[in-house]
């Protein structure tokens, strides 16, 4: 398989290292140093190279947009709040003031939602969203104006151009492996059994193993079952696994295993074309992990691609629905099962307050587009998400419009109506 990167020459170490965890995957780089590059460097990509899938980031996506074939998987890599919270915490290390700031291509409620979480005054803060007609002057011109103690940009000719206080907010490592993996098992579309390998030391605690999982709200929807003396197989659709893994990242229900149990667990993953196989790479992958320090996982596909090791770094989630009669509540007012709103909230707190489409919802759960449309006014009209703008990811067609999942805050009221904090 080989997967096409347009990166800039500033960049191309970190998305070298993003890429380190995946094996039987050719990188085809196509790295420019001028903005008036990408267009020939992405063109001659194409030309040259058969590619199975193509990551960029926004503006080498904005600029080359016309030239991608529409059969192409491709990923837009974007900084996140994560890359912004960084960068504040930089400007404190640097022993900054965190405002007044002036940033550019984060949008507006990214910024919020960060300054928010941070106790930083927004009216301090001078916002430029990303936009595709943006010249690098102009960029330049906004901070300028603002005359900020220092900026945040993400942009590296931005940062380039100007003199002071500049932190340069580009996507972290994980935010591009997270990319790169989703595009890489886009890629492997017509793959899409999945089966997982649970593995621990003793016969005796599997069961409390398989409690664990099936209380995990990501596995609501999966198959558990026994296999062999010491392991526990799961079954499910693509997005079961993908939001379990952080899209092949971390595992958390590793962590829990270990703080709640006292487990070592260590888990493996398969992908292929028929359920059989994807048990037998399950199994390969599982063996794998067995031979790491501590609690891991890998994942192995049908044509050699590796991914992992996975640990178990990123927070354990919270929901449980067997847990929570205030959930049962919600989900017969929105007429859905509490697994479904179970595993909805574990979303939500994936997402970290960014929006979603209905689409991008239906890929996490493993369901189709139409049902993923279907679920979001079942949400609606349960006051279970509310509208936040749209996004046009095609050439052709509408704009996808773009919500906010708010279940988390409809369980807080639900379960102690007008007293939360």
């Not at 193509?54 to 059969?71: E, T």
């Not at 794998?288 to 320090?293: K, L, S």
């Not at 509540?329 to 489409?357: D, F, H, K, M």
Request: aromatic share 6%.
């Amino acid at each position: 398989m080989v997967i096409g990167l347009v990166v800039h020459a500033r960049h191309r170490r970190r998305f070298a290292e993003a890429a380190a965890a995946l094996s039987g995957v050719e990188l085809a780089w196509a790295v420019y140093e001028r903005d008036e590059e990408i267009r020939e460097l992405v063109g001659g990509l194409l030309r040259e190279t058969r590619l199975e899938g193509l990551l960029l980031g926004l503006l080498p996506y904005a600029k080359s947009r016309d030239l991608l074939p529409p059969s192409l998987p491709v990923a837009v890599t974007r900084s996140a709040a994560l890359d912004l919270a960084i960068a504040w915490a930089q400007a404190r290390g640097n022993g900054w003031a965190a405002t007044p700031v002036s940033v550019d291509t984060f949008d507006r409620e990214t910024v919020d939602e960060v300054a928010g979480e941070l106790g930083l005054p927004l009216d301090e803060i001078a916002v430029l969203p990303f936009d595709p007609g943006q010249a690098t002057d102009e960029i330049v011109a906004f901070h300028r104006e603002h005359a900020t103690p220092y900026l945040i940009t993400a942009r590296t000719a931005v940062a380039a151009a100007l003199e002071g206080n500049v932190l340069h907010a580009a996507p972290t490592a994980t935010t591009i492996r997270a990319s790169l993996h989703e595009l890489v098992l886009r890629a492997h579309d017509r793959q899409r059994f999945i089966s997982g390998l649970f593995m621990i030391n003793h016969e005796k605690e599997r069961g409390a193993l398989q409690r664990l999982l099936q209380q995990t709200p990501e596995f609501a929807d999966a198959w558990i079952d026994q296999r062999g003396h010491r392991a526990l197989l799961v079954f499910g659709p693509a997005g079961v696994f993908e939001a379990a893994t952080r899209q092949w990242i971390s595992l958390p229900v590793l962590a829990e295993a270990r703080e709640t149990l006292g487990l070592r667990v260590v888990a493996g993953f398969g992908i292929a074309a028929s359920a059989r196989r994807s048990v037998t790479l399950a199994e390969q992958a599982a063996a794998r992990a067995g031979h790491e320090e501590g609690s891991t996982a890998f994942l192995f596909t049908e044509d050699g691609v590796t991914i992992g090791p996975m640990g178990a770094t990123a927070a354990p989630l919270t929901y449980q629905h067997r847990d929570h009669g205030a959930l049962e509540t919600l989900a017969a007012q929105a007429g859905l099962s509490p697994a479904t709103l179970s595993r909805l909230a574990a979303v939500e707190r994936s997402l970290g307050g960014r929006l979603v489409s209905p689409g991008e919802l239906a890929r996490t759960l493993g369901i189709t587009d139409p049902s993923g449309r279907r679920l979001i006014r079942k949400l609606s009209d349960a006051r279970l998400v509310i509208g936040g703008g749209s996004e046009q990811i095609a050439r052709k067609g509408r704009p996808a419009r773009l919500y906010r999942l708010t279940i988390t805050s409809a369980l807080q009221e639900a379960e102690c109506p007008g007293t939360c904090s």
